[in-house]
């Protein structure tokens, strides 16, 4: 999953998804699972949005970091998805969920995302990795 290509997290823009991700996890609303998440997103206007998992005593109303970030980046007439991060804290890396994925998916073809732990430790993938052969918008 780590990249030997030209590391987004490494840059000014990626360093700063991963500082507001670190940040919004500690708002999220997580009496069920105890774990909470933060999502920091860059949209092509250079602008970024961030969210943190809200849960639900009816479960499955739970909404998860990533997908509260790009809601209220497309609320602001975002469009183009340029980069996310996702940061948990302790010592394991966090994973979007496959709905996640597809949400991302809705707002790029491709774009990195950087997972990132309790201990600031950076792993880069991308959405293409992610969800290989997907399905978007262009298909309708
Ligand atoms: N969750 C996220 O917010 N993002 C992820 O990448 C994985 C899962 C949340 C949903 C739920 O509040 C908690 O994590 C446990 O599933």
């Given at each position: 999953?780590?990249?030997?290509?030209?590391?987004?997290?490494?840059?000014?823009?990626?360093?700063?998804?991963?500082?507001?991700a670190?940040?919004?996890?500690?708002?999220?609303?997580?009496?069920?699972?105890?774990?909470?998440?933060?999502?920091?997103?860059?949209?092509?206007?250079?602008?970024?949005?961030?969210?943190?998992?809200?849960?639900?005593?009816?479960?499955?109303?739970?909404?998860?970091a990533?997908?509260?970030?790009?809601?209220?980046?497309?609320?602001?007439?975002?469009?183009?998805?340029?980069?996310i991060?996702?940061?948990?804290?302790?010592?394991g890396?966090?994973?979007?969920?496959?709905?996640?994925?597809?949400?991302?998916?809705?707002f790029?073809?491709?774009?990195?995302?950087?997972?990132?732990?309790?201990?600031?430790e950076?792993?880069?993938?991308?959405?293409?990795?992610?969800?290989?052969?997907?399905?978007?918008p262009e298909?309708?």
């Amino acid at each position: 999953m780590t990249s030997d290509a030209p590391s987004f997290a490494a840059t000014r823009e990626g360093e700063e998804l991963i500082r507001r991700a670190r940040e919004v996890y500690k708002e999220a609303y997580v009496p069920y699972s105890h774990y909470p998440v933060g999502a920091a997103a860059l949209f092509s206007s250079r602008r970024i949005y961030s969210g943190c998992n809200v849960e639900n005593a009816s479960y499955g109303l739970t909404v998860c970091a990533e997908r509260n970030a790009i809601f209220q980046a497309v609320a602001q007439g975002q469009r183009v998805l340029q980069g996310i991060a996702i940061a948990v804290p302790g010592d394991g890396f966090p994973a979007p969920c496959g709905a996640c994925r597809q949400v991302m998916r809705e707002f790029t073809e491709d774009c990195p995302v950087i997972l990132v732990n309790g201990r600031g430790e950076t792993k880069e993938t991308s959405l293409k990795a992610l969800l290989p052969n997907a399905f978007g918008p262009e298909f309708l």
